[in-house]
């Protein structure tokens, strides 16, 4: 029995519905419904960091940070400029079926291969406890599931918001790897990446409201 003051079984359970929730955020093709299930993440990570900020009260500082660009200030970001451009995703280059399959399997694969080698990734007596093993597996597999966004949608809404999958998974491995990291760093770090998804999607707007499309593949063909 592990004699943290954090209870394994609700960091498991709000670990799992991080994860899903990334597959979901994802692969739903309603650009709002999509930045609605990031938001509800964002207050899956807040409860995650209000969990281990029983180990560390300085995590309380992390969590109330996550609240207000996370989970307030970048999701309103999203819905108010959906509502200014348009509510379905772009086609992705790869079709729903394959990748949910592929998606999932990076889900499940992802998280057993960083669970299992947490030496490699974080070789610290911290990291060695089960529940802060679970958090980098999660991490890591938030990480890769943005990367993998990024990497097939041609939608410009749904890359940042793959974007902000490949921020919160850094975010959520900091609990792990840097837990005495300074409230001012970590504040700064959150702001840089709230100014910059404003700036992408107020770009994103005025392409919209140029070519009328936010199909990146398309506004390639156009500079031709």
């Known amino acids: 029995m592990s004699t943290l003051p954090i209870s394994e079984e609700l960091v498991r359970t709000l670990s799992l519905t991080v ?5 979901l955020t994802v692969e739903l093709r309603r650009l709002r419904l999509s930045a609605l299930t990031y938001g509800a993440q964002a207050l899956l990570i807040v409860a995650l960091l209000v969990s281990y900020a029983r180990m560390n009260h300085a ?34 280059m790869v079709g729903f079926g394959p990748s949910v399959v592929v ?3 990076l889900m499940i694969g992802f998280f057993r291969l960083t669970h299992g080698q947490v030496d490699l990734l974080a070789p610290s007596p911290l990291a060695q406890e089960e529940v802060f ?12 599931l943005g990367l993998y966004s990024l ?25 792990s790897l840097a837990p ?24 994103i707007e005025g392409v ?11 506004l390639r063909e156009l500079q031709r």
């Open 19 to 23: 994860v899903i929730t990334s597959v």
């Open 59 to 92: 995590l309380y500082w992390w969590a109330g940070t996550a609240l207000i660009t996370k989970a307030i200030l970048i999701p309103w970001f999203l819905f108010r400029y959906i509502r200014r451009t348009q509510e379905m995703e772009e086609r992705p």
């Open 103 to 105: 998606a999932a399997a």
């Open 133 to 144: 093993r679970t958090n980098l597996a999660v991490a890591s597999t938030v990480f890769v």
């Open 151 to 175: 990497l097939t949608r041609r939608d410009a809404v749904k890359l940042v918001i793959g974007l902000c999958l490949l921020e919160n998974g850094v975010h959520l491995s900091l609990v």
């Open 180 to 203: 005495g990291l300074p409230e001012t760093a970590l504040f700064g770090i959150a702001s840089e990446v709230v100014v910059t998804v404003f700036i992408l999607l107020y770009v």
């Open 208 to 218: 919209y409201q140029e070519f009328g499309t936010t199909d990146t593949f398309r």
